[in-house]
C-alpha cells in the first residue's frame, strides 16, 4: 500500500504558476506509476498527467499540454506538478495517484491508491 498527501495549491491569478507536490509513503515508491487529474464543480474528473515508475515517460491531458510538466523525486518519495500559464479552467481540486501495474495510464479506474486532493483556484 501507499499513501500520498498533495499539497502547494492555492489562489493564483491568470497566468500565475503553481508547483503541486504529491508526497508517499507505506511501500516503495518507484514501483508506481503516477498521475494527477482533476475535478472541477461540477465536472467529472479530467486526467492532467501522468509518469512512469523511473520517469522516462509522461503523456498530458489535452487542455494542460505544453503549460504543465510532471515530474518525480524517487529519493523523496515525491511527485511534482509544475503548472504554468494558468486559466481561470484550471480551477479545481487536484488529485495525485499511484498504481502498481502498468507503465502510465490516462484513466482513473486503473489508479488503485489516492490522496485527498488539494483545491486550485485561478482567479481572472
Known amino acids: 500500500q501507499v499513501q500520498l498527501v498533495e499539497s502547494g495549491g492555492g489562489l493564483v491569478q491568470t497566468g500565475g504558476s503553481l508547483r503541486l507536490s504529491c508526497a508517499a509513503s507505506?511501500?516503495?515508491?518507484?514501483?508506481?506509476?503516477l498521475g494527477w487529474f482533476r475535478r472541477a464543480p461540477g465536472k467529472e474528473h479530467e486526467f492532467v498527467a501522468t509518469?512512469?515508475?523511473?520517469?522516462?515517460?509522461?503523456s498530458y491531458g489535452d487542455s494542460v499540454q505544453g503549460r504543465f510538466t510532471i515530474s518525480r523525486d524517487n529519493a523523496k518519495n515525491t511527485v511534482y506538478l509544475q503548472m504554468n500559464s494558468l486559466k481561470p479552467e484550471d480551477t479545481a481540486v487536484y488529485y495525485c495517484?499511484?498504481?502498481?501495474?502498468?507503465?502510465?495510464?490516462?484513466?482513473?479506474?486503473?489508479?488503485?491508491?489516492w490522496g485527498q486532493g488539494t483545491q486550485v483556484t485561478v482567479s481572472s
Open positions: 495517484a499511484a498504481a502498481l501495474f502498468g507503465r502510465i495510464s490516462t484513466r482513473r479506474n486503473e489508479y488503485t491508491y
Open positions: 507505506g511501500s516503495t515508491f518507484s514501483n508506481y506509476f
Open positions: 509518469i512512469s515508475a523511473r520517469g522516462s515517460t509522461t
